[in-house]
C-alpha cells in the first residue's frame, strides 16, 4: 500500500437538463472501474464527478416546465444522485456549478485572468447555436446550420469579455509535443494539434443575453460563459481557494475522462486556460467514443435515450457495469441493443464466469466434502493455466493503466474461458472414477478455484458485488472490501479448507423472447441452478463461446459444381475462399442442380478435417438446413465478399 500516491480522476459533469442516460452512465462507470481499480493498488484516488447547472439551455428548458432554474434541476440532480448511488459509483465528491463554493472560484479566476491582462472587454458578433452553446462562424456553419447538431443558428451581437486563448496556442503544441500521454487516444490528440495549428481565435468567456450563470466579478450585467464556468469545477471540487492542502494533494488531475464531444473543451480551452490561471496542466486527457443507437448517437436533446434505471432494475447492477465497461472498443463508437446486452450476459456471464464458478463449487462439494483440497504436483497443463493467469494479470493492469477498458475485460474472460477449456482437458469426473488419480483430481480443483480468485478480484472493479456473492460459494476472503489488486497477481493464494458450499446462481440466462414481454421473475426460475446437474450432462448442454471459436466458418463461392459420377446423391463443388481454392463434396444432389449452386456465396465449414469421399478429397463441408423432406443451403446474399468470417 502506498497512500502517498495520488490518482485524481474525473468525469464530465453533466448538464441536470433531462435525466441522464446509459452514455453518461458509460463515463461514469468507466471512470468508476478506474477509481476502483487505483484504490485497489492502494492509491489515494479521488473521483468526482458533478453536473453543470448554469447557461441559456438550462434557463429555457426550465421555463418550459414552468419552473425557475433553481429548483428544476434540484429535482434532476436529485435522480442523478440517486442513479450514481444505484450504479455503485464511488464517487468522492459531486460537485454542482451553483454551488458557493464553485462560484466562489470561478469569480476568483475569472478575476485572476483578467488582471493578468489575459482577458479584455470587446464586441462579438457570430451565429449562436444555443442547444450546444456556442459561437461559430459563417465558415464554420454547415448548410447554416450548426456544425454539431445541425440545428437552426441565430446571428447575435453582444458586448463580450474575450479570453486571449491565441496567444498560448504555442505553448500548448509545445506541451502536447513533449508529453505524448497528455491527449489519448492518439487519433485524437493528432486531430487537436492539426485544430491547433489551423489557428486558435481568442474566446469569447462571457455572456449578456441572458442571466443564469455566475456574474462576471467586474461588470455584473455579464455572466461567466457556461464553459468557463463548468471547467473550473475540477479545481473548485477539490478545495482551490478553501482547501489549499487538498488541493495541492491532487492537481493537477490524472485524469479527465469524457467522449469525444467535448474534447476540445478539455484539451484546448481547458489547458490554455489553466496557462493563464499559472496552474499545471491534468496529466491526461481521454476521450472515449459514443454509444449509438440505430438511429444515430443517443442524446438528450434528441429525446432518444435508454435510460439505465431500467436496465439495472432488469438485469442488476454488476451485469449492466459489465456491459458498459466491455462496449466500446479503445476510442472508438458501439452500438447499443438490448439484444446485445442479453447476449453478453448469456454468453459471457452466465455460460462462461457463471459456469465456470457453479461447476467448480459443484464439484469441490461433491469431490472433497466442500474444501479445496491441497494441490500436488503441477503437470504442464497447470503451467500452462498458471501462466495464463500471470498472463492474464499483466495485461489487465496494462490496459486499465492505459485506459483500454475493453481488452482488460477481454484479458480476463480469455482466462475464463482458459480455465473452462482446462476442465474440458482435464475431465475431472473422468479422474473422480479411480481413486488414483485422487491426488490429480485435487490439484486440477485447486488450480481452478485459484483461476476463480484471480478472475474475480481483477473483475471486482467492474462488477463491485461480485466477490461478495462468489464468497457466499467459495469462500476465498475473510473481507471483501479489503481485496487488493496485487492479490490477482499471486498464485497460491487460496488457503486450503477454504469452504465450499451451494449458491445461488450467479447469473441467470435470460430467454429474450420472455424477457420482451417483461415476465421477469418466471425468467430467473426458469433455468435453475446448473450446478445441481452432474458435470457429465453438462459438458453436452453448452459449449463456450471459445469452443465456438475453434469452427472456422467461411463464406465462400461456388465456382464450379457438378454431379459426382455413379453417385447419386454427391455434388463436387469447387470454392472460392478469400484468395484460396478448394473442392468440397456434398450429399444434395438430390435438391440441388449443379447450376442452381454456381455463382452463389454458401457458408463452409474451413477447418473441417479433410477426408476423401469416393476418392475425392472433401476439404470442408457446407451447411444446409434440412427437415424430413428438404434440405436448403445456406447461403449469403449480399456483397459480403468470400473468404468473411461467419460467427
Ligand atoms: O457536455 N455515448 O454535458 P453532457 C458515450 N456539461 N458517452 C456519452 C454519450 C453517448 N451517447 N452521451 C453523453 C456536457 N455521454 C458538459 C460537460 S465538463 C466540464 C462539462 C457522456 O450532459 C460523455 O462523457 O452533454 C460526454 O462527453 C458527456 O456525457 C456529455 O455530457
Redesign the pocket.
Known sequence: MNQSKTYYIT?????PSDNL?I??A??TVAADCLARFKRMQGYDVFYLTGT?EHGQKIEKVARENNKDPKSYVDAIVANIKELWKTMLITNNDFIRTTEPRHEKVVQTLFQKVYDKGDIYLSKYEGWYCTPCETFFTERQLVDGKCPDCGREVELLQEESYFFKMGKYAPRLLEHIEAHPDFIQPESRRNEVINFIKSGLEDLCVSRTTFQWGVPVPMNQKHVVYVWFD??V?YLSAIGYLDNPEQFNRYWPADVHL??K??LR?HAIIWPTLLMAMDLPLPKKVFA?????LEGG????SKGNVIDPRVLVDKYGVDAIRYYLVKELNYGQDGFYSEEALVNRINFDLANDLGNLISRTAAMIIRYFDGQIPAPGQAAAVDEELKQAASRAYEEATRQLDRLDFNAYINGVMRLVGRANKYIDETEPWVLAKDPQQHQRLATVMYNLAECIRIAVIMLTPTMPTLAQRVNEQIKFWEDVSALTWEEAGQWGLVRTGTPVQKGEVLFPRIDMKKEDTAVNESVNQEKPAVAEKTEEKKENEYITIDDFARMDLRVAEVISCEKMPKADKLLVLRLKVGDSERTVVSGIAQYYQPEDLIGKKVVLVANLKPTKLRGTLSEGMILAASDDERVEVLMVHSEIPSGSRVK
Open positions: 468525469t464530465p459533469i453533466y448538464y442516460h452514455g453518461h458509460y463515463t453543470d463548468a471547467l469545477n469524457m467522449a464531444d467535448i473543451f472515449h467514443g459514443w454509444i449509438m448517437k443517443m442524446s438528450k
